[in-house]
């Protein structure tokens, strides 16, 4: 055998072993067990059923991708932080060890009742671009906070282009223009090019069947996470709504959640709704959800700022103010089969803000929403509309029960130039 040839055998013999060290070591990771966590324990334990950890944040300093943190039952009282990732295949989950309820809690300052900001007095709080993680069965008191890297710069971009009107920049963010998901899949490397930030969304962040209280879920610059099943309630004033996504952050699915009594905010409306998308961001499924008992001007649910391409259906809503909002230049959101009773203003807004307008702006108004199949019914007051529609263009109306209409000063005068549909035609509702 001549020496090329022995070279060449020993490159491939070198690779081999070290794809077959790191095959080695991928199942390892996934099969890495759980760690275990209770009152009786001690953080100098092996983390084993019989040698538990004290406390969950020792458990999860400890966790690599696989491993399952099983919490025995009783109060944990600390915050916990979050910067290390699960991979995809082999996730890193907080669940209930099954022998008692189990409750995650900190010590937090109260939030003012003014603030205009999501507190970030969380007892998660998940950074540096975390990735898979999956929260269950757990009662969390004053929620998650989950922020992207990056996540401060993609939200100063964001809102001074909404600040001086410039609805260009905005929607040169891929995916933000056109409904288009593969490219919006690139929206946090455009975004780190313009704003020379580095940024690294934090993703599938997971929260199942879990009860939430005093703060509920934020996340900023994060994609591809779940809020499914859980009962988020009882939400303290200023701390922001139950749930609230935002800032870019695509791909979310929120299903099966039950959301009631977000307390009032001092400062308006954004402070205090139930299920909150904006800030550009888009492609969320929100569906089967109940946001129910909103005092004050609270929406049950909003997309606001640019959020697009989100799809709604099969809610419900109940005892708020506007159960379904399409308010700041929301273009291509779809709204089907959704269901409203007792609201107080309207069941439906389209960017109402804009009534006053001769015509729609590509900068704040709703854009190609589809709109189909929705019911209200039982307004809780006199003067409660079905639908208000302030400013909008390109968008469809089909098989809907709106209960009263609402039409800007010129809706009705632009209504079929601007491409818009109701039931089949061109002609406009009558603002009855």
């Not at 060449?8 to 070290?18: C, K, N, P, S």
């Not at 139930?274 to 997309?303: K, M, P, Q, W």
């Not at 007792?342 to 307008?357: E, I, P, V």
């Amino acid at each position: 055998m001549n020496r090329r040839v022995r070279t060449r055998l020993a490159v491939v013999t070198v690779h081999t072993l070290a794809v077959t060290a790191i095959g080695a070591w991928l199942p390892a990771q996934a099969r890495a067990g759980t760690l275990d966590v209770a009152t009786t324990g001690s953080d100098a334990n092996a983390g084993t059923a019989a040698a538990p950890l004290r406390t969950v944040q020792a458990a999860i300093d400890r966790a690599t991708p696989g491993t399952t943190i099983r919490i025995h039952a009783g109060t944990y009282k600390q915050q916990l932080r979050i910067s290390r990732s699960g991979i995809a295949g082999a996730p890193i989950t907080v669940t209930n060890a099954g022998d008692g309820p189990v409750t995650l809690t900190s010590d937090q300052v109260p939030d003012s009742c003014d603030a205009h900001q999501p507190s970030p007095r969380r007892t998660l709080r998940i950074t540096a671009g975390a990735d898979y993680w999956t929260f269950k069965g757990l009662n969390i008191v004053h929620g998650a906070y989950i922020n992207g890297k990056g996540a401060g710069a993609a939200f100063t971009f964001h809102a001074n282009n909404v600040k001086s009107g410039n609805w260009q920049a905005r929607r040169a963010v891929p995916g933000a223009s056109t409904n288009d998901p593969v490219a919006a899949r690139n929206a946090a490397a455009y975004l780190a090019k313009v704003t020379g930030t580095a940024m690294d969304p934090s993703e599938h962040i997971e929260f199942i069947g879990n009860r939430i209280t005093s703060r509920g879920i934020y996340a900023t610059l994060a994609n591809y996470g779940v809020l499914k099943d859980n009962t988020i309630s009882d939400i303290i004033c200023g701390s922001g709504p139950g749930v609230w996504v935002m800032t870019f952050s695509n791909f979310w699915e929120i299903s099966g959640n039950d959301v009631s009594r977000i307390a009032p905010s001092g400062l308006r409306h954004y402070m205090q709704e139930g299920i909150r998308v904006d800030s550009g961001a888009g492609y969320a499924h929100v569906y089967g959800n109940y946001v129910h008992d909103l005092s004050g001007d609270g929406r049950a649910f909003n997309t606001d700022e640019d959020a697009s391409f989100n799809i709604y259906e099969n809610n419900r809503a109940a005892n708020v103010a506007i159960a379904y909002n399409d308010q700041m230049a929301g273009w291509g959101n779809t709204w089907r089969n959704n269901v409203a009773t007792g609201y107080r203003q309207y069941c439906f807004g389209f960017r109402l803000k804009d009534a006053s307008m001769a015509l729609p702006s590509p900068n704040s108004s709703t854009n190609m929403a589809s709109v189909s199949g929705n019911t209200c019914s039982a307004p809780a007051t006199t003067g409660a509309k079905g639908v208000g529609i302030g400013a909008i263009s390109k968008s469809t109306f089909s098989g809907n029960t709106f209960p009263g209409v609402m039409l800007g000063k010129y809706v009705a005068g632009y209504w079929a130039k601007y491409g818009n549909m109701w039931n089949g035609s061109s002609v406009p509702p009558s603002s009855r």
